[in-house]
């Protein structure tokens, strides 16, 4: 009887880690080690700006009729589409070679058909990469750009430009403006970009000086 009650005993001793381990933790000591495996909040990084480079009008309209007209239907015109669309020029714009080009605004708010001889598209203004005006028709893969002081319209399905040199009254101004005074070079400094001195141009050494011979020399 006595070896009995003494197994007894060392199983109940035995038992009560286990129970202790068993009974769930006070709600501080949780949310204390909650606190300690929660990650630290990780601060949010400002994204930079893509930087525009700085083009001339040769150049935005080169790049403008590479970039291919989007295939997408079904369009839907943001805010920034519809500031575009508030910038083209509307009416009737004779072009080089005889040609002509009419812009005008449809009953809905940011599109505009626009024709030449033989060929009539519906248009909405998209984002340019380059700053200029541009309108598309998805449909037919055609393309206007505008510039500050001429249009193009072009057919990247056909390969080809239906009409250049195209001018509104507005881009006959900014021409003659143009003539009296041009746009900087994308060669020279930017405002607030001091130039190179010339005391930091390498000097060009000269060349060495050849000693003159004498009729009478042999």
């Known amino acids: 009887m006595s070896y009995s009650k003494a197994f007894l005993g060392v199983l109940l001793a035995a038992s009560l880690p286990l129970q202790a381990l068993a009974q769930p933790l006070p709600a ?44 997408e239907v079904l369009v839907f015109l ?25 812009i005008a605004p449809t009953r809905r708010d940011g599109h505009f058909i626009v024709t030449t001889k033989g060929h009539k598209f ?25 510039l500050g002081n001429k249009s193009m319209l072009m057919s990247q399905k056909l390969g080809q430009r239906l009409a250049d040199e195209c001018q509104s009254p507005q881009q006959i101004t900014y021409a003659e403006v143009l003539k009296r005074n041009p746009l900087p070079s994308i060669l020279d400094p930017l405002p607030g970009e001091a130039a190179t001195p010339a005391a930091l141009v390498p000097a060009v050494p000269a060349a060495p000086a ?9």
């Open 210 to 218: 050849v000693p003159a011979v004498s009729a009478g020399s042999n």
């Open 122 to 146: 519906r248009m909405h203004p998209v984002e340019s990469r380059t700053g200029a005006v541009r309108l598309e028709d998805p449909r037919r893969g055609a393309m206007w750009l505008q």
């Open 78 to 102: 943001t805010d920034a589409d519809l500031e575009v669309a508030r910038q083209v020029f509307v009416g009737d714009m004779p072009c080089e070679l005889g040609a002509s080009v009419t």
């Open 28 to 71: 501080t000591a949780g949310a204390s080690m909650r606190a300690k495996r929660a990650p630290a909040p990780v601060a949010a990084r400002a994204v930079p700006k893509p930087q525009v480079p700085r083009m001339n009008l040769a150049m935005q309209k080169a790049a403008e009729e590479e970039t291919p007209v989007d295939d």
